[in-house]
Structure formats: structure tokens, C-alpha cells
């Protein structure tokens, strides 16, 4: 696809129940992000893909959040046990650029989730 | 503190009217700095970067970094309804640069 793709658009999830989220990005896009943006705030950082590889996983906020790039293209955002607030929308970004700059990265139009 | 603060307004302007958008960072290892442009229920567009200190120029759009304030800006010049949405600054470190750290985000709203 043109551009990066995230499904489902809209979960409601009930407390304590699993979620995973999907990010399919860029064709060819080397790094992919992972961005969790509360109502009226800005998006902070979850994790980040360099191919396969989990480099950073520093913004996880908890155990619960797990995630995954086994082939180095598509990535699932696991969510366990959801808590009210987690909450929130997750955007998935991805950038062609192996190197660290990765200024122009490109962001789905995110999953909102609700937990219930 | 957040490393990246911004004023989230909301912003309000008639159409045509410069609008001036700000943001101040705490962090001296922030080299690449950016603003994204986000409409409602989308995700964000990336409008300008800038690497260090100065101006870069994009049509209507105008991009300042002053590092030496900590201080980054974005210019709208003639501004129309279209661009109503969401601005979001954020910056880079310079060495482990894989995470971008973004303002909160300022609403603005261009009055026809």
C-alpha cells in the first residue's frame, strides 16, 4: 500500500482482556515505531524495529505490553490484562533510513482503543 | 518536566493572519527537530524538520531553531481553513536518535 496501515481503526476492549493491534508499513521501510497518544497529548514513545530487531523497548510502561516484527515487516502490539488506562490511541510510524535520523518517518492514522 | 513543552492554545486566527506556533525543550542533546501536522482522528504528518540552529523555509511554513534558548518555532503565513489541525513539535537526540520526543500538541483553528 502507499502508505502505512493500521488495523483495527477502533477497539473496544473490556478490562482485563487481551488486545493486539496491527501495523503494516511502508513497503521496504526499514524502522518501524511504535507511539501511544493520550486525549490531548502529544505521542510518546513505546518501542522501536530495525528490521526484526527490538532495539529499544524503553517506553513500554509495562509488562503487559508486548511487541513483536518476526519477519522484519509487519508488527503487533500486544496489550494484556487491559487496565482503563491504556486507553488511548497507538500509532505506528515507519521510516526507510537504517541510520539513526530517522526525521522522516510516516504514521498510520492509528488504533483507538477504549477499554471498558 | 517533559523534555519537549508546548503551549496547547487552543489557537484561533482569521483566515489570512500570520500565525505563530512555539516550543521550548530541556534536552542539549536534541539535534534534529520537527513539526507534524495532525487533523482530527489522523495520524501526523510530518510538515518540516530542521537539523541544529536556524531557518528553514517551505512555502507558507517557516521553521526556527534557536539552541541557544532552547526555542523552536513554526510560521504560517496566509494562513487558510485547511490549515486547521493539530501542530506538534518534537526533537531528536543526535547520537541514539530513535525516538522523538513530541510536545503536547497545539490546536489551531482558522476562521474563514
Known amino acids: 500500500g502507499a502508505g502505512v496501515s493500521q488495523s483495527p481503526r477502533y477497539k473496544v476492549a473490556k478490562r482485563g482482556q487481551d488486545v493486539a493491534l496491527r501495523c503494516d508499513p511502508i513497503?521496504?521501510?526499514?524502522?518501524l515505531f511504535w507511539y501511544q497518544q493520550a486525549l490531548g497529548q502529544g505521542p510518546e514513545f513505546l518501542t522501536y524495529?530495525?528490521?526484526?530487531?527490538?532495539?529499544?523497548k524503553s517506553g513500554l510502561p509495562s509488562d503487559r505490553f508486548f511487541a513483536e516484527r518476526p519477519e522484519g515487516s509487519v508488527s503487533t502490539l500486544k496489550i494484556q490484562r487491559t487496565q482503563q488506562e491504556d486507553s488511548a490511541v497507538y500509532l505506528c510510524?515507519?521510516?526507510?533510513?537504517?541510520?539513526?535520523?530517522?526525521?522522516?518517518?510516516?504514521f498510520g492514522q492509528g488504533t483507538r482503543l477504549t477499554v471498558v | 518536566q517533559k523534555e519537549v513543552e508546548q503551549d496547547p492554545g487552543p489557537l484561533s486566527v482569521p483566515e489570512g493572519a500570520i500565525v505563530s506556533l512555539n516550543c521550548t525543550y530541556s534536552?542539549?542533546?536534541?539535534?534534529?527537530f520537527m513539526w507534524y501536522r495532525q487533523y482530527s482522528r489522523k495520524g501526523p504528518e510530518l510538515l518540516m524538520y530542521?537539523?541544529?540552529?536556524g531557518n528553514k523555509e517551505d512555502g507558507r511554513f517557516t521553521a526556527q531553531v534557536d539552541k541557544s534558548s532552547k526555542y523552536i518555532s513554526l510560521f504560517i503565513r496566509d494562513s487558510q481553513p485547511s490549515d486547521s489541525a493539530t501542530y506538534l513539535c518534537?526533537?531528536?537526540?543526535?547520537?541514539?536518535?530513535?525516538?522523538?520526543?513530541f510536545g503536547t500538541g497545539t490546536s489551531l483553528t482558522v476562521i474563514p
Open positions: 510510524a515507519s521510516s526507510s533510513r537504517q541510520d539513526s535520523r530517522n526525521t522522516e518517518a510516516f
Open positions: 513497503s521496504g521501510h526499514v524502522s
Open positions: 524495529f530495525q528490521n526484526e530487531a527490538q532495539l529499544d
Open positions: 534536552n542539549s542533546a536534541f539535534q534534529y
Open positions: 530542521t537539523y541544529s540552529s
Open positions: 518534537a526533537s531528536q537526540r543526535r547520537v541514539t536518535g530513535n525516538q522523538f520526543y
